[in-house]
């Protein structure tokens, strides 16, 4: 059983650095007895977005249905053939992550079976599925059962990661619009998509950041620095797409450049080091 939850993990890490590059530089910048759940949770979440946004030669709202039952048989059996699904459940028995946090999120990715545009109630609920609650679940683990900690700590990881999707949101006006027929940002009509817009947009983008940025200076030690150092790569991806005029948002996706994100790091370890974050 043990090499088999060494397989296991060993996807979801395989994922998460094939998928994407930032994430894995934060999740190994957190302490080394947080990185395999990190991981796992990612692999969770990356699969199932997988399956609402590239998988179009099958049925997707099926193969979404069979992954949220065979997520629940997993998590009720301890163990689970998927291997990502295998280590998702070790993660959330562990760290006994609520059930009803990994419904809002599958709920939000059956919403991308069917809605291509969003009130501003259908926009939240979005966010809440898609982004807020992944931050609550790796809070779980961050704080490692300390309730307290963890409702202390509840709203600001929410905002971070509302943060966190709106950003991507905005960089992938393009492909999200003209891929996949979907409008995120509630009353937007893409067509008059200009300056004053994608200001108001990055100014609600940057009063999350803010509630976020009080959470992560109260995070335990070993949890602080890895996430800081996604906030920091997002924000620089905030000022970037400031910076970039509206009409090129629309097309192209909008990149911070490798060795950038490591100077990026290099940068955060010294402030960490430094005691200067907060």
């Given at each position: 059983m043990q090499l088999y939850d060494s397989v296991s993990i060993r996807c979801s890490r395989l994922t998460t650095q094939r998928y994407s590059t930032s994430f894995t530089l934060g999740i190994k910048s957190l302490a080394k007895r947080y990185r395999d759940p990190i991981y796992a949770i990612y692999g969770f979440v990356r699969f199932a977005d997988e399956i609402v946004d590239t998988f179009k030669r099958t049925d997707s709202a099926e193969l979404l249905s069979e992954f949220r039952n065979d997520t629940y048989k997993a998590f009720n059996r301890g163990i689970s053939l998927n291997p990502i699904l295998h280590s998702f459940?070790?993660?959330?028995?562990?760290y006994k992550i609520e059930r009803e946090l990994i419904d809002t999120f599958l709920t939000s990715?059956?919403?991308?079976l069917s809605e291509t545009s969003y009130d501003q109630l259908g926009y939240e609920k979005y966010i809440l599925g898609s982004a807020?609650?992944?931050?609550?679940?790796?809070l779980r683990v961050f704080c490692g059962g300390d309730e307290a900690e963890y409702q202390k700590l509840k709203t600001p990881?929410?905002?971070?990661?509302?943060?966190f999707q709106k950003i991507n949101f905005l960089r992938d006006l393009n492909a999200d619009y003209f891929g996949l027929g979907r409008v995120y940002f509630p009353g937007i009509e893409l067509t008059n998509f200009d300056?004053?817009?994608?200001?108001?947009?990055?100014?609600?983008?940057?009063?999350d950041f803010d509630d976020g940025?009080?959470?992560?200076?109260?995070?335990?030690?070993?949890?602080?620095?890895g996430v800081y150092v996604a906030y920091v790569y997002y924000y620089a991806l905030l000022n970037k797409i400031s910076g970039t005029p509206?009409?090129?948002?629309?097309?192209?996706?909008?990149?911070?450049?490798d060795g950038r994100k490591y100077a990026l790091i290099?940068?955060?370890?010294?402030?960490?080091q430094l005691n200067l974050i907060g």
């Open positions: 459940q070790a993660c959330v028995n562990t990715m059956e919403m991308d807020e609650v992944v931050g609550l679940m790796c990881a929410m905002r971070l990661g509302s943060a300056e004053s817009t994608k200001e108001a947009i990055l100014e609600d983008i940057r009063k940025f009080k959470g992560i200076v109260q995070l335990p030690k070993g949890a602080r620095f509206s009409a090129r948002i629309l097309e192209e996706r909008i990149r911070i450049p290099l940068k955060s370890y010294l402030r960490h």
